[in-house]
């Protein structure tokens, strides 16, 4: 299953990478109630979903000590429903969606997910991202002030990691098709811009770019990080879905592993090629009107989303000392 999902957003993402984040986040949360919600909860935003409904996300906040550190509050009532407030950055998706998950912290200090409907009194959603890549992901500020959520609508994510689980690797399964897709799309280009546009160097003796040997190469090593990029997609994909059918620690540990490795390869794939359009190409590629940096902007903003140093330490430990990674949602 994760194999079509994968493969789908790939090619979504090889034609607008800011496209194939949205749904990222939608999948996401739609996982989180699948893995922690009630059956009335399920029932109700699972109808909603097949109503055409969207979700978005408001996880990230700025100016905090880490990632983790979420500052955003879930504030209990005597009547049993809460006061959500903060300030969420980063938030893709969250303008064009009609139900907001927010990631909030309760009394308890533990971590909860509050699924608000995008015209809430007291949620302000402003497009306020001006990124150099994705910039069609609104990933702008959503503000909360005292937004009143019932109990109904919160669900307790901090469950998600105190077993085996794959929130991590499914979210990070669609950020590794993006930038597949990234690196599928910047690829396609070159070569149509190298068959139709370039000319080829007076040294070559060739009648045209496509002929010279040196770029024949050099397409040749690109189409394998390609390749390599995609199979390894796929192979994560496959160890998600092998997962899910049989889940414990070891094959949540494998999907996670997979997943990282997959994360990794994909995101300097993507950088490269979009990188080496331009070297392939020729001086005419850079001209603004035609766009085609979109595609190293997009590679390279979307890969600062988590650190690929940190998943290759996690490859590490694994296949040297046999440790699991950690579950904290990001593998």
Same mark, same amino acid.
């Given at each position: 299953?994760?194999?079509?999902?994968?493969?789908?957003?790939?090619?979504?993402?090889?034609?607008?990478?800011?496209? *194939?984040?949205?749904?990222?986040?939608? @999948?996401?949360?739609?996982?989180?109630?699948?893995?922690?919600?009630?059956?009335?909860?399920?029932? @109700?935003? @699972?109808?909603?979903?097949?109503?055409?409904?969207?979700?978005?996300?408001?996880?990230?906040?700025?100016?905090? =000590?880490?990632?983790?550190?979420?500052?955003?509050?879930? %504030?209990?009532?005597?009547?049993?429903?809460?006061?959500?407030?903060?300030?969420?950055?980063? !938030?893709?998706?969250?303008?064009?969606?009609?139900?907001?998950?927010?990631?909030?912290?309760?009394?308890?200090?533990?971590? /909860? &997910?509050?699924?608000?409907? $995008?015209?809430?009194?007291?949620?302000?959603?402003?497009?306020?991202? +001006?990124?150099?890549?994705?910039?069609?992901?609104?990933?702008?500020? &959503?503000?909360?002030?005292?937004?009143?959520?019932?109990? $109904?609508? &919160? %669900?307790?994510?901090?469950?998600?990691?105190?077993?085996?689980?794959?929130?991590?690797?499914?979210?990070?399964?669609? /950020?590794?098709?993006?930038?597949?897709?990234?690196?599928?799309?910047?690829?396609?280009?070159?070569?149509?811009? %190298?068959?139709?546009?370039?000319?080829?160097?007076?040294?070559?003796?060739?009648?045209?770019?496509?002929?010279?040997?040196?770029?024949?190469?050099?397409?040749?090593?690109?189409?394998?990080?390609?390749?390599?990029?995609?199979?390894?997609?796929?192979? *994560?994909?496959?160890?998600?879905?092998? *997962?899910?059918?049989?889940?414990?620690? +070891?094959?949540?540990?494998?999907?996670?592993?997979?997943?990282?490795?997959?994360?990794?390869?994909?995101? !300097?794939?993507?950088?490269?090629?979009?990188?080496?359009?331009?070297?392939?190409?020729?001086? =005419?590629?850079?001209?603004?009107?035609?766009?085609? /940096?979109?595609?190293?902007? +997009? $590679?390279?903003?979307?890969?600062?989303?988590?650190? $690929?140093?940190?998943?290759?330490? /996690?490859?590490?430990?694994? &296949?040297?000392?046999?440790?699991?990674?950690?579950?904290?949602?990001?593998?």
């Amino acid at each position: 299953m994760h194999q079509i999902a994968g493969a789908h957003h790939d090619l979504l993402a090889s034609a607008d990478a800011s496209l *194939a984040q949205i749904p990222q986040s939608h @999948f996401a949360y739609v996982n989180v109630l699948r893995q922690q919600g009630s059956p009335e909860q399920q029932a @109700f935003f @699972f109808a909603e979903v097949l109503a055409g409904r969207r979700f978005g996300n408001a996880q990230s906040e700025a100016g905090t =000590r880490h990632l983790q550190d979420i500052r955003t509050r879930l %504030v209990r009532g005597d009547d049993g429903s809460y006061l959500l407030t903060g300030v969420k950055n980063y !938030s893709t998706g969250a303008l064009f969606a009609d139900w907001i998950p927010v990631l909030a912290r309760a009394d308890d200090d533990l971590l /909860h &997910v509050a699924y608000v409907p $995008a015209d809430a009194p007291g949620l302000i959603v402003t497009d306020d991202w +001006d990124g150099m890549g994705q910039r069609t992901t609104a990933s702008g500020t &959503v503000e909360l002030a005292d937004v009143a959520v019932p109990a $109904a609508h &919160v %669900v307790p994510h901090h469950l998600t990691f105190t077993g085996p689980q794959l929130h991590g690797a499914l979210a990070q399964l669609l /950020h590794t098709a993006i930038d597949v897709g990234i690196a599928a799309g910047a690829l396609a280009e070159a070569v149509e811009f %190298v068959r139709t546009r370039s000319r080829p160097w007076f040294e070559s003796g060739y009648d045209t770019a496509a002929e010279d040997p040196l770029l024949i190469q050099r397409f040749g090593e690109l189409d394998l990080r390609r390749r390599a990029a995609d199979a390894l997609l796929a192979t *994560a994909a496959r160890a998600v879905d092998a *997962a899910r059918a049989d889940l414990d620690d +070891d094959s949540a540990a494998e999907a996670s592993i997979a997943v990282a490795a997959a994360k990794a390869y994909a995101g !300097s794939a993507a950088l490269e090629i979009a990188d080496a359009l331009f070297e392939v190409s020729g001086t =005419r590629a850079a001209l603004d009107s035609l766009n085609l /940096h979109r595609h190293w902007r +997009d $590679a390279r903003t979307h890969t600062l989303h988590d650190p $690929a140093r940190w998943k290759i330490r /996690h490859l590490g430990r694994y &296949v040297l000392n046999g440790t699991r990674p950690p579950r904290h949602g990001l593998l």
